[in-house]
Every structure is written in structure tokens, then in C-alpha cells.
């Protein structure tokens, strides 16, 4: 089966083409990043403009690329949220109209079950139950999969999710937007003791995160204590505020896995590129006896692939195809 991929969730135009779930033939991505830069943050309108400017090109990009036709497909797989509800719009236009003009079934793909399936097309034998872990610029949630296609989410953040920290305590570090790469690489090269943290709810019995009071804490630190004082340089602010990030989200995971008795640990969403965060969490699961799973970096940003892969398995599970009236949605849980 040959699904088309389609992704305009948010700063990201991008389309693919994946053969039953797991062979990329195509996966284009179009990022905004240099569009959104001089804001310090995505606007939603000029996003939206973007992907009407850029998504034909990409999807002649990705034919062209997988040497097909827009015949070859079998099935067009589109995020119709979570997201910028303007930028999820063109790209369900743009799926509902290749769906009725050349007679494709389609399928409505909720973006965080996207982030997931992006871990299977690398790993199609992954074993359940399972824990998901989607950690990403807008979510950080601990999910629960009995099988393919069912979640029960069992864990979430309560303010800021461990992305938009990053993207926070970077403008205030004067880091180009988005910081999280930016903090990986500083942090390589600092002190991850040099300033204590806090380590919100780490001791609460519950799989829930906070990251708004860390945010506010390295904040204040340095509105008292100015780089360069006290021999505290920028590598070691971010150094110790990415330890203090990668300590909880570690131990509520493997928490969460234990009590659930989970056989694989998957890792996922942007945030899951982070170097320190793969490593520290690899090492902690294997300890566990627990195995776990990341999606190579490419597939860790919002992509076409994993909605093609998250498509095939909805398929391959006997979910219904959506119909021409399917919508956006700005918000949607990961259960729906």
C-alpha cells in the first residue's frame, strides 16, 4: 500500500510517501524556521501563507523524488490537528482535494499519533504494551498503547511543555529561535551542577510534569546572578538547565513503564532529537530491562512520513476513511 503523507501542522510543509508503513520513498520537508526567526516565535498568519505558497512544490518534489504518480497512491493520510488551525486548513484542503479529484481514500490523522508512528517505521516490531512518551514544543505526554491504534494518555504537563521551556529560557539567553538545538550544543560544553535547578513534581506520585517554575527559576537566576558572574558561563546555564529538564522527564517515564509493565519505551517528537535526553534515557531504560525505541532525527520533526505511517496502521486497524466535510481542529487529545 502507497499512502501519501501530508503534514502543515504548524512551521513545517511537508509531504511523503511511504509504502506500507515503514519504506520511505519520499519524505520532503519545507521548514519556516527563517520566516519566523526575526519574531522569536511561529506567527500563525505568515505560517498559513507559507504552506499555500509551498505545498504544490513539495508534493511535486516528493512525487518526482518516489518516482510516482498521484495514480500510484492508494491512500492520502492528512494531520488535521493538533496545530496552527490556518496551516492545518491548507493542508486538508489540499488532502480533500487530491481525495476527490483523483478518487483516493483518505485518512485523518491526529498529529500526535504522527510523532508516534514515526518510531515504527524504523521499528515496525516494537512489542506492547508500550509507553509512549511525546515530548515536543507544545506537549509532553505519557501514553499508554495496549496495542496499535489505542491510547490512554497517563501522564501530561500541567503548564509549559519541555520544548516551549527551551524555546523560553533561550530568549532569555538571547539564542536564536528554536533554542532547543542551539541548548543541546551549549550544554555539551558546560556544567550540568553548576546551578541547581529545581526538579518540579519529581517526588509527586503521579506522571503530570510542570516546567513553568524551572523556566521562571533560571530566569531569576540570572537577573541576580549576570553571566560571566560568579564563573558561571552560558554553557553551564544551559548545561544545568537541560539536566534539570532530562532528570524529570527520565524519571516519570521510566516510573510510568514500570508500573505499566511496559516491554518497549518509545521516544518521541521533537524534543527527542535532544542529545542528552536519548542519551540519559537509553542508559536508564536499559538498566530497566526495558527497550526502547527513538525515531532517527529526520523523523523526530514534524514530517510527512509519520503521517503516512500513522495513516497505514488506522488502515490496517479497519478505522473509517473521513469524508469531504473533514475539519481542523486547533486542539485535539491524543485519545481522539
Request: hydrophobic share 45%; proline share 4%; aromatic share 6%.
Amino acid at each position: 500500500m502507497l499512502i501519501l503523507g501530508i503534514e502543515t501542522s504548524c512551521d513545517e510543509t511537508s509531504v511523503a510517501i511511504v509504502e506500507d508503513g515503514r519504506i520511505v520513498h519520499a519524505n520532503i520537508i519545507l521548514s519556516q524556521i527563517d520566516l519566523h526567526k526575526k519574531y522569536g516565535g511561529v506567527v500563525p498568519e505568515i505560517a498559513s501563507r507559507a504552506h499555500i505558497k509551498t505545498f504544490l512544490p513539495v508534493l511535486k518534489e516528493a512525487l518526482d523524488t518516489a518516482g510516482k504518480k498521484i495514480e500510484d497512491i492508494d491512500l492520502i493520510a492528512v494531520t488535521y490537528g493538533p496545530g496552527l488551525v490556518g496551516a492545518l486548513l491548507m493542508g486538508v484542503t489540499a488532502a480533500k482535494t487530491i481525495s476527490l479529484s483523483h478518487n483516493i481514500p483518505l485518512m485523518a490523522v491526529n498529529h500526535l499519533h504522527g510523532h508516534i508512528y514515526a518510531t515504527f517505521i524504523e521499528n515496525p516490531g516494537i512489542e506492547f504494551p508500550a509507553l509512549a512518551f511525546v515530548v515536543s514544543g507544545g506537549h509532553t505526554s505519557l501514553i499508554e498503547m495496549p496495542g496499535h491504534m489505542q491510547f490512554k494518555e497517563i501522564g501530561s504537563t500541567m503548564d509549559d511543555a519541555a520544548g516551549e521551556s527551551f524555546d523560553k529560557v533561550g530568549k532569555k539567553l538571547g539564542l536564536p529561535y528554536p533554542a532547543g538545538p542551539y541548548i543541546d550544543r551549549l550544554a555539551k560544553s558546560g556544567r550540568p551542577d553548576a546551578v541547581k535547578f529545581p526538579r518540579a513534581m519529581m517526588k509527586q506520585d503521579n506522571f503530570d510534569f510542570s516546567f513553568s517554575g524551572l523556566k521562571t527559576a533560571v530566569i531569576r537566576h540570572l537577573e541576580s546572578h549576570p553571566l560571566g558572574s560568579d564563573g558561571i558561563t552560558l554553557e553551564d546555564i544551559t548545561a544545568s538547565f537541560q539536566q534539570a529538564v532530562i532528570d524529570v522527564l527520565t524519571h516519570k517515564s521510566l516510573n510510568a513503564a514500570r508500573k505499566m509493565q511496559a516491554k518497549s519505551l518509545l521516544l518521541c517528537g521533537g524534543v527527542a532529537a535532544n542529545s542528552g535526553l536519548r542519551s540519559q534515557l537509553s542508559a536508564a531504560a536499559e538498566k530497566e530491562g526495558i527497550r526502547m525505541y527513538m525515531p532517527s532525527l529526520k523523523l523526530c520533526t514534524d514530517n510527512g512520513a509519520m503521517i503516512a505511517a500513522a495513516g497505514y496502521y488506522m488502515h490496517q486497524a479497519g478505522m473509517p476513511t473521513a469524508s469531504l466535510e473533514l475539519n481542523a481542529f486547533a486542539t485535539l487529545d491524543i485519545e481522539t
